[in-house]
């Protein structure tokens, strides 16, 4: 069974910096690529970032580039976003979400969701 | 800000038919899959249809998925209590280079 435990939210002030985590288990996770999707609170679906399966592709959304990275260890089964300079907008529910196959991009999907991680910034 | 547009809501009682739209354009829809999702309250979501119109295992052929140029539409049919839930459709947008989702559809069942 696919598990996707993500981890690390929390409350931080504008402008400091939050590391998520998601463990994941129950599938060749080097098979495949990974992402993280948000959502903020009553608000709809936004893709963050997408990674995939060895890390040679990276892709970022608009509204985090230059501020978020995403990166993942294969030989533990995880996936990270650093979160710097964070803002009041990016507080939300963090998802991380396992790809349909190696990449990131088009003809790919989300086919597998974790329950996600609250990240809320505020002073 | 969601670069696919659906109806808010939509509504039905038991048994009847019910139709999600998705609006994009020829970056999106136009040229890539779609995709959607339903998220029950208070949970992840969950893959629905991909590729068009193709159902993962386990999700009842009451819900299928057409698309037609730039836009795309979800069909319940056989509506029950256990389809109320936000839908989001998804597609790739070549211009962004990144995935975009709709702005979601509450079906809420009479």
């Known amino acids: 069974e696919v598990q996707l435990v993500e981890s690390g939210g929390g409350l931080v002030q504008p402008g400091r910096s939050l590391r998520l985590s998601c463990a994941a288990s129950g599938f060749t996770f080097d098979d495949y690529a990974m992402h993280w999707v948000r959502q903020a609170p009553g608000k709809g679906l936004e893709w963050v970032s997408g990674i995939s399966w060895n890390s040679g592709s990276i892709g970022y959304a608009d509204s985090v580039k230059g501020r978020f990275t995403i990166s993942r260890d294969n030989a533990k089964n995880s996936l990270y976003l650093q979160m710097n300079s964070l803002r009041a907008e990016d507080t939300a529910l963090y998802y991380c979400a396992k790809s349909s196959g190696y990449y990131f991009v088009g003809g790919y999907y989300f086919d597998y969701w974790g329950q996600g991680t609250l990240v809320t910034v505020s002073s | ?110």
């Open chain 2, 1 to 110: 800000q969601s670069v696919l547009t659906q109806p808010p809501s939509a509504s039905g009682t038991p048994g009847q038919r019910v139709t999600i739209s998705c609006s994009g354009s020829s970056s999106n829809i136009g040229s890539n899959y779609v995709y959607w999702y339903q998220q029950l309250p208070g949970t992840a979501p969950k893959l629905l249809i991909y590729r068009n119109n193709q159902r993962p295992s386990g999700v009842p052929d009451r819900f299928s998925g057409s698309k037609s140029g730039t836009s795309a539409s979800l069909a319940i049919s056989g509506l029950r209590s256990e389809d109320e839930a936000d839908y989001y459709c998804a597609a790739w947008d070549d211009s962004l280079s990144g995935h975009v989702f709709g702005t979601g559809t509450k079906v809420t069942v009479l």
